[in-house]
């Protein structure tokens, strides 16, 4: 089965720039959360999509935004990029469930790799 | 304070050691608990869950102490290949069900050398 596949993989971007980001979950999976990690860093919540709808928002500007498909694929978007965008941007998948369920557990896509120039 | 915080590390351990890696998360809604690995560059990768006292797979051990806020992952007899960063991950509920919002650590790097 293919894992949750991310694209581009890199990407180069000059500031004041739009960027769009595309995401594949597992299959069956109908959850989908976006995160930042800047070098030296864990990963930093961005957005979470349950059945095309938002879930969950994490710290971050309006210059962030996502949604879900009905195939519940994924785009995260980044308007005005600055500087400090430049970061991997991972995206996991999973299924929804209650504590201690293993539906809950997430798996992450290899990422999209942005530098803002 | 940081909602989920690890030892800052780096842990540099000889091959064969036992090491172990301490984690406190501060809000107490979190009710799953995760050890991932994330080599360099590359995407975290699912290395435990914890989901009641503790538990073991192959040389790896997890334990969660709720009453603590506090997870920890022991590695016994390391090797080469268990080098890696390692993030101690917590999910948060709402209403009961999680739609798998992550909050992670800031990650221990652990260098097995030979």
């Known amino acids: 089965d293919a894992g949750v596949t991310q694209s581009p993989t890199h990407l180069i971007k000059t500031r004041g720039q739009h960027v769009t980001l595309r995401c594949s979950p597992i299959?069956?999976?109908?959850?989908v959360s976006w995160y930042q990690q800047v070098l030296g860093q864990g990963p930093q919540f961005i957005f979470q999509?349950?059945?095309?709808?938002?879930?969950g928002r994490g710290n971050f500007p309006d210059r962030f935004s996502a949604r879900q498909f009905p195939n519940y694929s994924s785009e995260l978007n980044v308007n005005a990029l600055l500087l400090g965008d430049s970061a991997l941007y991972l995206c996991?998948?999973?299924?929804?469930?209650?504590?201690?369920?293993?539906?809950?557990?997430?798996?992450f896509g290899q990422g999209t790799r942005l530098t803002v120039v | 304070r940081k909602e989920v915080e690890q030892d800052p590390g780096p842990f540099n351990v000889p091959e064969g050691a036992t090491v172990a890696f301490n984690c406190t998360y501060s809000?107490?809604?979190?009710?799953?608990f995760f050890w991932y690995r994330q080599d360099c560059r590359k995407e975290p990768k699912l290395l435990m869950s914890?989901?009641?006292s503790g538990n073991e797979d192959g040389r790896f051990t997890a334990q969660l102490n709720r009453a603590s806020q506090y997870i920890s992952l022991l590695i016994r007899d390391s090797k080469l290949s268990d080098s890696a960063t390692y993030l101690c991950?917590?999910?948060?509920?709402?209403?009961?069900?999680?739609?798998?919002?992550?909050?992670f650590g800031q990650g221990t790097i652990l260098t097995v050398h030979p």
């Open positions: 991950v917590v999910s948060t509920f709402a209403g009961g069900t999680s739609y798998g919002k992550l909050t």
């Open positions: 999509y349950y059945e095309k709808e938002e879930r």
């Open positions: 809000n107490s809604a979190s009710q799953s």
């Open positions: 996991a998948s999973s299924l929804a469930g209650r504590a201690g369920d293993r539906r809950t557990e997430a798996f």
């Open positions: 914890v989901y009641s």
């Open positions: 299959s069956g999976h109908k959850s």
